[in-house]
């Protein structure tokens, strides 16, 4: 007796083939170019791969599916005005600005004249064909993020004019770098693919900013789904934070990884504030004795939003310390989740990991499900885990109200100190009064 298992998302993995096929007819006899060549890889590998679901354990709150619902067109780099980019810019925190519309680069916006010495950015396609980046290239395209290879590999065959940036030997670049990513779609649900590669030499220091919005007026669907991949070599320094304010119509899947070498340095800072469905998958490998990792999240949820933060810290060697702290607050009838999983292995000794998760609900019908783990496998380690969910202190309310403040502003100012805990951890005190205003924007709406 055969058995015949019906693929339920058939007809979502047929669409995104149709539409990869589309792009080829377009390429202008560019085929044979070693990127496309890995891009028609990873459609290739496509119907071998399942796409998630609530059944797997990572995405049981999760059901980030329903963005393949939509009928999606390839992401368009559409037209658009200089003037209409500067709302978007830090100009005064990061001087060099790379713009990607739609997730396309778009060279003629970005600002990148004066690269200082040492610092290399160049598009995927370009790094390919230098003989010293291209085998570490092609090993990120062949590695696939577990548990979302279907997703992982819907990126590497979209993502055309993915950024990859190189920072040579004890090179310290003082000023951060925006990656700035605006959505303009209207009535067209899109395919956005962001791909971020960056590899930080010995020594090296970088900083990033990414920076996602939906343009004003512009608040249509579209499915982001991003790649950033780090490699740090031994003592790199590399900060990366992610500022996402997406249509409230996006559904939005991000996935980063990392792997440090010894007594390398790595912050990471989410900030979630737009998007209908979000899912950030962080992962962090400590391959070199002495690594430090750091990795901090906010996240506001309010109409039916749903945030969903899941991080792997992976203590591969000794001596290594981690830090995770998550915060968010939720409101109407949003969710929120947070999986947060730190692995010691068997012979890294000498570890020191912490993590927490702290919510507030704000209303009966919010939800927030959260679950840090620890597996751990040595004998000589440090580590701890909490979380925390809970509602505003009504006393602490009305000690504000007595003291000549409305009850809107008491709230969002107790909001705001919620918070502060991990916005106090941001470097630059620019960014971290940009950021502020994003909040105070979102507490106002």
Known sequence: MTTITQDRFAEAKAQFQQLFEKDVQQLNGQAEQPLHQLRLQAIQRLPDLNF??????????????????????????????SANIDAYRLN??????????????NAALSKMDKLPEGLTITSIAEALQNDAYKAWIEAQYNKETEGNAAFTALNLAFAKDGVFVHVNKGVVIESSIQLLHLAIVDDQAMVISPQLFVQAETSAQVSFIETHDAAKGHQGAYLSNGIARFALDANAHVSHYRIQNDSQEAFKLTNIDIVQERDSVFRGYTIDLGGRIVRNNLGAEQTGVGADTNMFGV????????IDNQSFMDHASAHCTSNELYKGILTDKA???????????????????????????????????????????????????????????????????????????????????????????????????????????????
């Open 299 to 306: 996240y506001l949820g309010k109409g039916d939003q749903h």
């Open 52 to 81: 998630p679901t609530r059944r797997d354990e990572d995405f049981k709150y999760t059901n980030f599916n329903r963005a393949l619902n939509l009928s999606y067109q390839q992401g368009a780099n559409v037209m658009i005005d």
């Open 92 to 105: 005064d925190i990061a001087p060099i600005q790379l713009v990607f519309i739609n997730g396309e680069w």
């Open 335 to 445: 969710r929120g989740v947070f999986n947060g999983k730190v692995m010691v292995r068997k012979d890294a000794q000498k570890i020191n990991a912490f993590q927490q998760n702290s919510s507030l609900v704000l209303s009966k019908t919010a939800i927030m499900d959260t679950k840090p783990q620890l597996e751990i496998y040595a004998d000589d380690v440090r580590c701890s885990h909490g979380a925390t969910i809970g509602q505003l202190d009504e006393d602490s309310v009305f000690y504000l109200r007595s003291r000549g403040l409305n009850d809107a502003a008491a709230r969002a100012l107790l909001q705001h100190a919620f918070i502060l805990e991990v916005l106090e951890n941001i470097d630059s005190e620019d960014l971290q009064d940009h950021i502020e205003g994003l909040i105070k924007a979102k507490f106002a709406e």
